[in-house]
Each structure stands twice: as C-alpha cells, then as structure tokens.
C-alpha cells in the first residue's frame, strides 16, 4: 500500500516524479474488515459480498455559474450494502472527493449501522469541487442538479443523504426539494425522508445538528468512568471545529474540560487558559473558519500535534494522523470524531504507547443514529422533543460502547477491530438466515 505523509493530507495527494501518490482509504478499511474477520471466523463467501459497494453510481452534470459559464461537475453515489434497510450515507463536498474514498467511507456506513442496530445499509456520495470557492446561488444551483442527475438511486425507502463535509442543513433543504418535485404531486408529501440533517422547519429533527458531537461525548464519558478518569478539570484539543468538532468541544465544556488548541484547515491555535467553546463555535459559525480569531495565539502543526492533553479530538479528515503525529502526541486518549483519522501507522504508534482509542465506527455513529430518528419522525409524522431524542441517543451509544469494550476484553483486541468485528457478526446473521438469491 503507497502513502502520503499525513501532512499533505488536506490535498490528499503528493507528486513523486511526476506521478500521483494517493492515499488508499479504501485499503485501510478492508484491512480492518480482514482483521476482525479472523476474530470471528466470518464466512469466506460473506466477506466476498462486503468486500465491494453494491453499485458506484458516477454522474457527470452541468451548472450555469454566475458568470454565464457553464461548469461540469463530477457527483459520485457508493451503495455499499443495503441488506439491514435502505442505504444511508452522507454527501461531501470537497475537491479531494475521489471514488477510493467515498467506497471507504460507504463501507464504514454499513459497518456503523450494524454496530448501532439501525436498520440501514451503508452509502456514501459527494461532488469534487471546493464549495468555498462558489457563490451561496451557485451552490443551491450545483446542488440541485447534482439531486437531479441521481434521480431514482436516492428515495426514502432506498437511499437516504444527510449532511457530512461540506454539506449542511441547507444541502439537504435544496436536495428534498429537488426531490419532491420531481415525484409527481401525489407522492410529494411522501418523500420527506429521502434526506436526513434537513432545517427542524423542513422535517428536521432537533438534536441532530450536535448528535455526532453529543455522540462522542457519551463514549469519552463512558471511557473515562472505566479508566477512572476525571474530565472535570482534565484538557482536550480538537483537530477540525465544524459540526462535530466543535459540539463536542461545547459539550466537554459544560462537563468542566478545557480545550487548549484547536486547529482547522486554516491553520492552529492555542490558549492554555483554555478557549471559550461556546464563542469559538460562534465565530467559526460568522467567519467559516477559526482564522483570526483572538483568543488564542498562532502555532505550526507540528507544535499542535505536540501540546500536552489528557484527550485528543480528531474532528476532520481522514489520514491526518500518522506516524510522524503520533509520536508527537502526549495524550492519554484519542476520540475519533472524523472518519480514518488515524492512519494504520499512527495507530500502531498510539496503541503501543498505550494511549486508548475511541474509534471511529463506534465514536462518531450519533450522526446516524439521530438521522435515523429524524427519518422515524418524517415517516411517522411525529415531532419528538429534544429530550426524547438525547435520551435515545444516550442509551443506543453507551449500549454500544459497552459491547465494543466488552467484546474487546474478552477476545484481547483493540475496540476498532471489535467495533468492526460485531458489525460483521450482525450482518452475517442475517446472510446466513437469508442467503442468496436465486
């Protein structure tokens, strides 16, 4: 498997004589898949099944800009399995989107679904483009278009967008409405759940903007009590400060930790004072990064990734830390709120210091569990309070973190594998009882 040194990882390539080297996620996560195979002796024809997307849909659209020009987007949809319900996924936007990765990202939807027992399959979509670099009208026109060219392969009772990098709320107001205007008038009404993440005023859900944030946060809690950790007092420094990044950097605060750094895709700051979370998250909010923001003072990755913390929040991208940022980390605990935030190196190096892993098939699954909650309500025509919903979402993700450790005491594994390795345990049932047809 070739790599690229995590530090380029943003670009997500590297030029060696000329060639493109890229870092293949979708590798990384069969690796895995294989590891936790052999825990549970899964059958060989299953993991055959698994080991490919059901379909990878590639469109190719055009979108009228405000110049008068007319652009040509590259829009992907993986479906990767859709044996326990529709498939469900969010839609990135990004110009490193690339099939590799979004086929990674699908698989690990399908793998976080069984894990939480929802009735969902695994997707996975997104267009290659920067979205900061277009206009709010070109965005709605790009994503609009983009629901157009897909058509048929989305629907609400076989496969589900929500939001993921890139995306937001708004995303999933234009595409609902691209979508229900296209059914007919009679079934208009009926296709609300054909998205998740959309505004509470649309069909939302109320606590869906902090779930994966809040989902996080019950499986520091969870882990601290087990390790018997204090996080009232204790520090924390966050990688990524959008959605998930920064609720959860709100939610520890209330819980009485301290963020000491953060960083984004514009650069890294550090207060040992500890920053205000709550205003942090607002600026970022105003100003679309954490740019120029004065409550803290500029330093380099390398002295980020090096800051002393009792935990670390890696809440971006993928493959940000290798093993170069691993042996810098001085950390007692690693929460993955992004996808493939580690790399296999950065792992081995974090597990070998004995610095504890949440990872990220388990961590930052409340993003799909509150959307299958919102897709209840849509279907139902129900409104649950947001106490309804945090209740929920408390019991399914610390249910889940309790079977995760447990699995991993009792067969000697790390909690990625045994996140996996249930995962794969619950769709094998159900192959096993099903088989194949004809």
């Keep these: 498997m070739s790599t690229i040194g995590p530090q380029s990882a943003t670009s997500k390539a590297a030029q060696t004589h000329g060639e493109e080297v890229r870092y293949e996620f979708f590798k990384v996560v069969q690796g895995y898949l294989d590891r936790a195979a052999k825990v549970i002796n899964l059958e060989p024809w299953v993991a055959a099944i698994l080991a490919q997307p059901k379909n990878e849909v590639i469109t190719h659209f055009p979108v009228k800009m405000d110049s008068g020009e007319v652009r040509l987007f590259k829009g992907y949809r993986i479906q990767h399995n859709n044996l326990l319900g529709p ?104 296709v609300k ?67 000491t750094a953060v960083g984004d895709h514009t650069g890294y700051l550090a207060n040992p004072e500890g920053f205000n979370a709550h205003k942090l998250q607002d600026y970022v909010q105003a100003k679309g990064s954490i740019a ?16 002393k913390t009792d935990m670390f929040l890696p809440c971006a991208l993928e493959n940000q830390v290798g093993e170069a940022e691993a042996k810098l980390l001085d950390c007692k605990m690693v929460g993955e709120g992004a996808n493939g935030p580690l790399n296999p190196e950065g792992e081995k190096v974090l597990l070998d210091k004995g610095i504890a892993i949440l990872p990220d098939v388990l961590a930052n699954s ?60 619950r769709i094998e049932a159900v192959y096993r009882e099903r088989e194949i047809f004809p």
Excluded at 151 to 175: C, F, K, L, R
Excluded at 207 to 236: M, N, P, Y
Excluded at 292 to 307: D, N, V
Aim: hydrophobic share 35%.
């Design 193 to 259: 759940g054909v998205v998740t993440g959309k505004p509470v005023a649309s069909g939302g859900t109320l606590g869906r903007e902090k779930a994966t944030g809040q989902g996080l946060v019950h499986c520091i809690t969870e882990w601290a009590k087990d390790s018997g950790f204090d996080i009232e007092g204790s520090t924390f420094t966050v990688q990524g400060f959008g959605n998930v990044g920064s609720n959860a950097a709100v939610l520890l605060a209330k819980l009485g930790a301290s963020c």
């Design 366 to 425: 409340g993003g799909v569990t509150v959307s299958y909650y919102e897709w209840v309500q849509n279907k139902r025509s129900e409104s649950w309070s947001l106490e309804e919903v945090d209740e929920r979402l408390e019991k399914a993700m610390k249910r889940s973190y309790r079977e995760v450790y447990n699995f991993s005491r009792e067969k000697k594994c790390d909690m990625r594998v045994a996140a996996y390795a249930i995962a794969l345990q």
């Design 292 to 307: 120029g923001y004065p409550g803290g003072k500029s330093i380099t990755r390398e002295e980020f990734f090096a800051t």
């Design 87 to 190: 498939f469900k996924g969010g839609i990135r936007y990004h110009e490193s989107v690339s099939l590799d990765d979004l086929k990674a990202l699908a698989a690990m939807m399908t793998w976080k679904c069984a894990l939480m027992r929802i009735p969902y399959g695994g997707g996975k979509g997104g267009i290659k483009f920067n979205p900061r670099e277009v206009s709010r009208a070109e965005l709605q026109r790009i994503t609009r278009r983009f629901t157009h060219a897909l058509g048929s392969n989305i629907g609400p009772e076989y496969d589900i967008p929500a939001p993921d990098v890139g995306t937001n709320s708004q995303t999933m107001s234009w595409m609902m409405d691209t979508f229900m205007n296209t059914v007919g008038h009679v079934n208009k009404q009926a």
